[in-house]
């Protein structure tokens, strides 16, 4: 079953820092780009960040420029998503999502992602 599977959500105090990782089941990451998005509650899913198949190019949303970082292992097979200074705005659940995707200065729509993960709830609460 070819799928993905996200880690490292939890509870985290505000100012705090929190590393998501994403892996890939029953495939290899390598020949995706992979992105990670967030649905807050009472919103949309949005998309945060986007690294091309070999992790030279990203992409961020303007809202988290600066504090996100993606990256990527493919000799793990791993993408991870880095956030410092995180805020109550930053709960919610993170999604990671794969697609044969090039590189693009604007982050990929939702149906651009081939395959996702089941997503990892992340809390920022004191």
């Known amino acids: 079953q070819l799928q993905l599977v996200e880690s490292g959500g939890g509870l985290v105090q505000p100012g705090g820092s929190l590393r998501l990782s994403c892996t890939a089941s029953?495939?290899?990451?390598?020949?995706?780009?992979v992105g990670w998005l967030r649905r807050a509650p009472g919103k949309e899913r949005e998309g945060l960040a986007c690294?091309?198949?070999?992790?030279?190019?990203?992409t961020y949303a303007d809202s988290v420029k600066g504090r996100f970082t993606i990256s990527r292992d493919n000799a793990k097979n791993m993408v991870y998503l880095e956030i410092k200074r995180l805020g109550p705005e930053d709960t919610g659940v993170y999604y990671c999502?794969?697609?044969?995707?090039?590189?693009?200065?604007?982050?990929?729509?939702?149906?651009?992602?081939?395959?996702w993960g089941q997503g990892t709830q992340v809390t920022v609460s004191s």
């Open positions: 690294i091309n198949k070999s992790g030279s190019m990203t």
């Open positions: 029953g495939f290899t990451l390598d020949t995706y780009a």
């Open positions: 999502a794969a697609g044969p995707l090039y590189y693009s200065e604007v982050l990929p729509t939702e149906r651009e992602y081939d395959f």
